[in-house]
């Protein structure tokens, strides 16, 4: 069981470039989200989904897509890199309801640069 | 939404010392857990407590959700207890799995 992976690990991009982050769990998890984490700070919620198919803004949703076409993938696409989304991205899923826990699983992250 | 505020902001110990960090948020919580995310960016799952209390080796942690806060406890830190911890909370009227964390207590433990 590997839990919640995350690729790739580091990642420098260009201004304009285009790229997807890459997040998968093998827990069978309903629901999963992406965060990011600037320098000394919290992290803030990007995006989630609440099952195949369903997804849903945050709190910082601008520049990023994502898409849920299975239970296990849920990737984060940059469409047009900015320096201002330089930061590290946190993948995290965990069980739906009430009858399972609410805790959620991190990824490892992923560190981005835009230059 | 929901508002968390963390408290101390920086702490400094020395070896052997404890310690308590303290976590306040602003409506009834489905989900509290503690993070440390040690100095390079790993971020560790401490304890999921929503209410009550729960004990891991040196560290606790206790929930009193009436009076929507939460305490952990360090004992006899070490060097390696060293980096952020983070709390965040999922509140009653959220709807998915929505993490607001907190701006972090940065604890620094020195030989």
């Known amino acids: 069981n590997a839990g919640v992976t995350q690729t790739p690990k580091f990642q420098v991009l260009k201004t304009g470039q285009s790229m997807t982050l890459q997040c998968a769990q093998d827990m069978n998890h309903e629901y999963m989200s992406w965060y990011r984490q600037d320098p000394g700070m919290g992290l803030r919620l990007i995006h989630y989904?609440?099952?195949?198919?369903?997804?849903d803004q945050g709190e910082v949703p601008n520049g990023y897509n994502v898409s849920r076409s299975t239970t296990e993938d849920f990737p984060l696409r940059l469409l047009s890199a900015a320096p201002s989304q330089t930061s590290v991205y946190f993948c995290?899923?965990?069980?739906?309801?009430?009858?399972?826990?609410?805790?959620?699983?991190f990824g490892p992250g992923t560190r981005l640069t835009v230059t | 939404g929901i508002q968390v505020e963390q408290s101390p902001p920086d702490l400094i110990l020395q070896e052997g010392a404890n310690s308590t960090l303290r976590c306040n948020f602003s409506d009834s919580v489905n989900n509290l857990q503690w993070f440390h995310q040690n100095p390079w960016g790993q971020l560790i799952n401490l304890f999921y407590?929503?209410?009550g209390t729960k004990q891991n080796g040196r560290l606790s942690a206790t929930t009193v959700a009436t009076e929507r806060y939460s305490l952990l406890y360090i004992s006899s830190s070490q060097t390696t207890d060293s980096g952020v911890y983070f709390c965040a909370v999922e509140g009653r009227e959220t709807s998915g799995s929505r993490l607001t964390f907190g701006e972090g207590t940065q604890l620094t433990v020195n030989p």
């Open positions: 989904s609440v099952g195949a198919g369903i997804t």
């Open positions: 407590i929503p209410s």
């Open positions: 995290a899923s965990r069980r739906q309801g009430a009858k399972w826990s609410y805790e959620q699983y």
